[in-house]
């Protein structure tokens, strides 16, 4: 709380901070293996949209192997073809993360 009795707002996360936080985010997308995916939520669970605002502004990471928790693909035909091209299990319009999903801890 504020002097004025105002909820105080969240502090903003040191510059530094949301690099290296943004850092962690590309290390993490780039280490997944040909024919295996992430999700968003397994390359940071405290800020998956963060995850997709950095795919969305860095081209030269493997973007299609980063799909949503519940193995829906995000980016249509184009990441499809991308995942089937690398051997990614599918179930249905969705990637089956049971065989693809890469464990959270590698």
Same mark, same amino acid.
């Given at each position: &709380?504020? @002097? #004025?009795? @105002?909820? #105080? /707002?969240? /502090?903003r996360?040191?510059p530094?901070?949301r690099?290296?936080? =943004?850092? @962690?985010?590309?290390e993490r %997308?780039?280490? !997944?293996?040909?024919?295996?995916v /992430?999700t968003y939520?397994?390359?940071?669970g405290? =800020? +998956?949209?963060? %995850?997709?605002?950095?795919?969305?502004?860095?081209h030269?990471? +493997?973007?299609?192997r980063v799909?949503?928790?519940?193995?829906t !693909? +995000?980016?249509?035909?184009?990441? /499809?073809?991308?995942?089937l091209?690398?051997g990614?299990p &599918?179930?249905?319009?969705?990637?089956d993360?049971?065989? =693809?999903?890469?464990p959270?801890?590698?």
């Open positions: &709380m504020t @002097r #004025s009795g @105002r909820p #105080s /707002r969240p /502090r996360a040191h530094t901070d690099d290296s936080r =943004a850092e @962690r985010v590309i %997308v780039r280490a !997944i293996p040909e024919g295996y /992430r939520g397994d390359i940071d405290s =800020a +998956p949209r963060l %995850v997709g605002r950095i795919l969305a502004t860095n030269d990471l +493997p973007w299609h799909v949503r928790a519940d193995g !693909i +995000p980016q249509g035909q184009t990441q /499809r073809e991308l995942l091209a690398e990614v &599918m179930h249905g319009d969705r990637v993360l049971n065989q =693809a999903r890469l959270v801890e590698l």
